[in-house]
């Protein structure tokens, strides 16, 4: 596989009404900063990755701006729906509207620990 034509799809556009709080979880602070840039920051880091796309729930763009600072002008986002289902197809969707990937890896914001090692299991 080619490094430009494999594309990460973090999926975040929970409302996070099971963990309370005023934030959706994707946005609650763990270690420091927001739980999604976590996962941002492997994904966006990994050579092999050409593209690193986020779905969101409607109206959490700026939410996701402040999330990821500076990185954020490397995501690329797309608004998910009621469903993660709903929000992986919206992602995929995009993403093959936008010239397509040979290889989309689909990963949830909550899961922040992801590591390289594991991308390079996947691919």
């Keep these: 596989m080619t490094a430009s034509r494999i594309a990460a799809l973090i999926v975040a556009a929970g409302s996070g009404t099971r963990?309370?709080?005023?934030?959706?979880k994707q946005f609650a602070l763990l270690a420091g900063k927001p739980m999604i840039a976590h996962s941002f920051t492997v994904f966006s880091s990994h050579p092999m990755i050409a593209q690193t796309w986020v779905a969101i729930g409607a109206g959490q763009e700026a939410m996701l701006?402040?999330?990821?600072?500076?990185?954020?002008?490397?995501?690329?986002?797309?608004?998910?729906?009621?469903?993660?289902?709903?929000?992986?197809?919206?992602?995929?969707t995009t993403i093959a509207a936008d010239g397509g990937a040979d290889l989309v890896l689909i990963h949830d914001a909550a899961r922040p620990f992801l590591r390289h090692s594991v991308i390079d299991a996947l691919i």
């Design 19 to 24: 963990l309370g709080g005023t934030l959706p």
């Design 65 to 92: 701006a402040q999330a990821l600072g500076p990185a954020q002008s490397t995501a690329r986002s797309v608004t998910g729906g009621a469903t993660r289902r709903e929000s992986v197809l919206a992602g995929l």
